[in-house]
């Protein structure tokens, strides 16, 4: 799906340990394709900055936009969205 859209090759992959990324499907998939898979330690999510980062900033957009309108926590779904989007 990455591929279609950018038209580039994936070469490597880093993820958490999470059941979807350490599944035989996923392996033989790399395996086939030639991605490198690398795995990161366990509760450690600074191997992760780039991602944790983004995850941050938007989290904090969203603290801001209900705050700064007054919204309740009810249309969070929907601030996270909106900071995505923009």
Known sequence: ?????TGRHIK???SD??????????????????IRRFLTTPY???QNGVAERKNRTI???????????????EFW???VQCAIYV
């Open 17 to 34: 340990r999470g059941g979807d990324y350490t599944s035989t499907i996923f392996m033989e998939y790399c395996e086939e394709q030639g």
């Open 12 to 14: 490597a992959v880093r």
């Open 77 to 79: 779904a929907e601030a």
């Open 1 to 5: 799906m990455v591929e279609k859209a």
């Open 44 to 46: 450690s999510p600074q």
């Open 59 to 73: 989290l904090d957009m969203v603290r801001s936009m209900l705050k700064s309108k007054k919204m309740p926590k």
